[in-house]
Nanobody, 123 residues
Framework: QVQLAESGGGLVQEGDSLSLSCAASGRTFSSCTMGWFRQAPGKEREFVAGMIPTGRSTYYADSVKGRFIVSRDDAKNTVYLQMNSLKPEDTAVYYC????????????????WGHGTQVTVSS
C-alpha cells in the first residue's frame, strides 16, 4: 500500500524559514514526479512546486518562485520543500503528491497524496 507522510509543519513568523519532508513508502518513486500542493481555508488546493526525475528539473508556482526550493532523495524515497521568506499568505495545509505525469501542475494528475501538514505564518 502506497503511503505518503508529511512532516515539518508548524507556526512561524513572517520572514522565517521552514522545511517540510514527505516520506513515501509502498513503492519506489524514483521515476515519478514529486509535487507539493497547499490549501488555505476557503480556497482550492493549489500547486506549489514539483520535481521530475530526469535531470532533477524543478518547477514552481509564481507565488513561491525564488523563495521555495524542492528537492528529493530517491535513496530515502523522500521529497523536501524548503520554504524561505515566509509570508502570511503562505499559511495553508501543505500536501505532497506523486504522479507519473512529468511536469504536472493539476491536482487531478496526481495519483497518491499525503494527509497534509499545517503551516501557519503570523505577521
Amino acid at each position: 500500500q502506497v503511503q505518503l507522510a508529511e512532516s515539518g509543519g508548524g507556526l512561524v513568523q513572517e520572514g522565517d524559514s521552514l522545511s517540510l519532508s514527505c516520506a513515501a513508502s509502498g513503492r519506489t518513486f524514483s521515476s515519478c514526479t514529486m509535487g507539493w500542493f497547499r490549501q488555505a481555508p476557503g480556497k482550492e488546493r493549489e500547486f506549489v512546486a514539483g520535481m521530475i526525475p530526469t535531470g532533477r528539473s524543478t518547477y514552481y508556482a509564481d507565488s513561491v518562485k525564488g523563495r521555495f526550493i524542492v528537492s528529493r532523495d530517491d535513496a530515502k524515497n523522500t521529497v523536501y520543500l524548503q520554504m524561505n521568506s515566509l509570508k502570511p499568505e503562505d499559511t495553508a495545509v501543505y500536501y505532497c503528491a506523486v504522479t507519473d505525469n512529468w511536469g504536472a501542475r493539476r491536482s487531478y494528475q496526481y495519483a497518491y497524496w499525503g494527509h497534509g501538514t499545517q503551516v501557519t505564518v503570523s505577521s
